[in-house]
């Protein structure tokens, strides 16, 4: 790629972005401020390609201090955990946000340039970005508003008083979008008068104004010092709702959308390999829409899964799973889906909107209410609310089934996280999920959040207590799941760009054929989700004849005399040609 291509295509971005600014200027800031002095951009941009990740790549999602023990510093105790649990297992990391902040659990952001002090410092974060592949949030929406910025913003002082997205209570805001069901608008008091700010979030998370150039400059230097202290992944917080305006619904804006194309613009040209993933807990077009053309993330969450694999362990159905993956087109080249069954935050029902009736939502709001797990709202336009998230630990989630209580809960939590290793795409995991937390109540109780529920924090020596007794729930799930990953990181045919195809094998298993990018290796990934032994054909499957098939997980050889393949509940058969 041309160097005067960036410069055009820098410029044309920024024209759709700010067509009042000086396109030149602007450009020659922006790189300014993400190449600054000492630094300096790639001649040729790198061009789409599936070199970014391998089947070896995995992650775990974290807190800083998911695991504390009252002494140490909380990111010492997760690198010693890392190190002495999950080498091998995963080759990456995501630890959420872990700046000075005051509520969200980290995501409304007092100072973007430290390390929280209660977790470490930049030092122990290089340690970890030296031996593991790190994430990082850009909470790139709001900050908090007891930050240096609002507190600027308030006292009118420059540049923060322009940093801040205002609004009047006159404007038109009927059609916005809402995550949550607090007033959009807070009247604040600051030295040039009342001014209302707006809140997607919550009043302690004030929006940020991207109509004023500088708030994106910002970001791009802390982008820069993200890189620079070893982030390669960079998450792209909320950032469907970056754009506002009154009269629309302020989601998925176009001006949104160019600013992803800048920074990722930004990334193909760095010395450093630097990947950006949006987070935007939406539905499938709209989520899909954040590949752009190969031009804007180079990742994006698979938000539908979670709520699919757990109503298809639920119900003893894989139709609903099944149907959305025949549906769900390959990622581009260059690009790759993110797929997981939790995170920090609930099992996100937006994402079911359009695939899962809403009456079978129903029967998994109550069969988790019936298990302890609670249920978070959204407002919708209309003044009424609307499901938004099942809160609770993936692992209790799976605790019973519509049909009740059972033996299977092991198998069935196995089955779920096995579908997660088998698909087109990066898997993520969850820290309670690898570690078979169960729902914390009393941090309900205490903090008066929903979401307290899934954020249990370990304590240290308990934990390791724990998991080298061989007979405890957390020494046996973290033992499966990691055997099944080390497995899955040396087959080629698990590239997240792997061909995939999905196999119509009826309603009890959900199967997906893979084929390496050599073709080469071919894997049927086999989850039967239902309680029930299921016996397939092999014809059902079109084994190519001549060739020696066996099962990945049990070692087992195909015995290509036999007519049938059969799975116990729950049980998972990944049937090889090589391995």
């Given amino acids: ?40 951009r790639r001649k040729r941009g790198r ?24 002494a140490h510093k909380p990111l010492d105790l997760l690198h010693d955990f890392l190190l002495r649990r999950m080498k091998g297992v995963v080759n990456g990391v995501h630890i959420l946000p872990f700046f000075p902040y005051t509520s969200d659990d980290g995501f409304a952001v007092s100072d973007f340039r430290s390390v929280n002090p209660q977790l470490g410092d930049w030092p122990d974060i290089n340690r970890i970005s030296a031996d593991f592949h790190l994430m990082s949030d850009l909470v790139l929406n709001h900050v908090s508003s007891q930050g240096t910025w609002f507190n600027g913003y308030r006292q009118g002082q420059s540049p923060f008083d322009r940093y801040f997205f205002e609004a009047s209570l006159d404007d038109d805001v009927s059609d916005v979008v809402r995550p949550r069901t607090t007033p959009l608008l807070q009247k604040v008091e600051t030295a040039n008068g009342p001014r209302h700010v707006w809140c997607t979030f919550s009043h302690d998370q004030i929006d940020l104004d991207f109509r004023n ?15 620079d202290n070893g982030v390669q992944i960079i998450r792209l917080d909320a950032v469907a709702f970056l754009w506002k305006e009154p009269g629309t619904s302020s989601i998925h804006l176009p001006q949104t959308h160019a600013i992803v194309k800048l920074m990722r613009l930004l990334c193909d040209y760095a ?25 804007e993330a180079h990742a994006i969450y698979n938000f539908p899964l979670p709520p699919l694999i757990l109503h298809a362990v639920m119900s003893g159905s894989a139709h609903y799973l099944r149907h959305w993956q025949s549906g769900m087109p390959p990622a581009q080249m260059g690009c790759a889906y ?13 994402p079911a909107e359009g695939i899962l009736p809403a009456d079978e939502q129903a029967r998994m ?5 019936n298990i302890g797990g609670l249920v978070s709202m959204r407002a919708l336009p209309d003044g009424g609310e609307a499901p938004y998230e099942i809160n609770t630990t993936f692992y209790e989630a799976t605790a019973q089934t519509f049909a009740g209580q059972d033996d299977h809960h092991f198998d069935r939590f196995i089955c779920t996280q096995t579908i997660v290793m088998s698909l087109e795409g990066i898997p993520a995991f969850y820290i309670h999920s690898m570690l078979a937390t169960p729902n914390d109540h009393a941090q309900v109780a205490h903090r008066g959040m929903n979401r307290a529920i899934n954020r249990h924090r370990w304590d240290y020596p308990t934990l390791n207590a724990m998991l080298d007794d061989p007979e405890t729930p957390q020494s046996r799930i973290l033992a499966a799941v990691s055997e099944r990953l080390r497995i899955r990181a040396q087959q080629p045919a698990f590239h997240p760009n792997a061909t995939q195809f999905t196999m119509p094998l009826g309603d009890q298993v959900f199967g997906v054929w893979r084929q390496s990018l050599d073709r080469r290796q071919s894997i049927f990934a086999l989850h039967n989700v239902s309680d029930q032994t299921v016996v397939l054909s092999q014809l059902s499957m079109n084994l190519i004849a001549d060739e020696t098939w066996f099962d990945l997980l049990t070692g ?10 059969t799975l116990a509940p729950y049980q998972c058969r990944w049937i090889t040609n090589q391995g």
């Fill in 47 to 70: 061009t789409p390609s599936n070199d970014l990740w391998t089947e070896k790549d995995a992650l775990l999602i974290t807190y800083g201090n998911s695991i504390i023990d009252g």
């Fill in 338 to 350: 993110l797929n997981f069954t939790a995170s920090h935050d609930g099992i996100g029902m937006r």
């Fill in 556 to 565: 087992e050889a195909l015995d290509m005399d036999q007519e049938a393949v």
């Fill in 213 to 227: 150039p500088e708030v994106l400059l910002e970001f791009l230097r802390i982008i820069r010092l993200h890189v």
């Fill in 365 to 369: 709001i109550e069969t988790i209410q």
């Fill in 1 to 40: 790629m041309k160097t005067h291509s960036f410069q055009k295509r820098l410029t044309s971005l920024i024209r759709q972005v700010y067509p009042d600014q000086d396109a030149e200027v602007l450009a020659q800031n922006i790189q300014n401020a993400f190449w600054p002095d000492g630094t300096r």
């Fill in 271 to 295: 010395s450093e390999t630097i990947i950006l993933l949006t987070e935007t807990n939406v539905p499938k077009a709209e989520n899909l829409s954040y590949f752009g053309a190969h031009d």
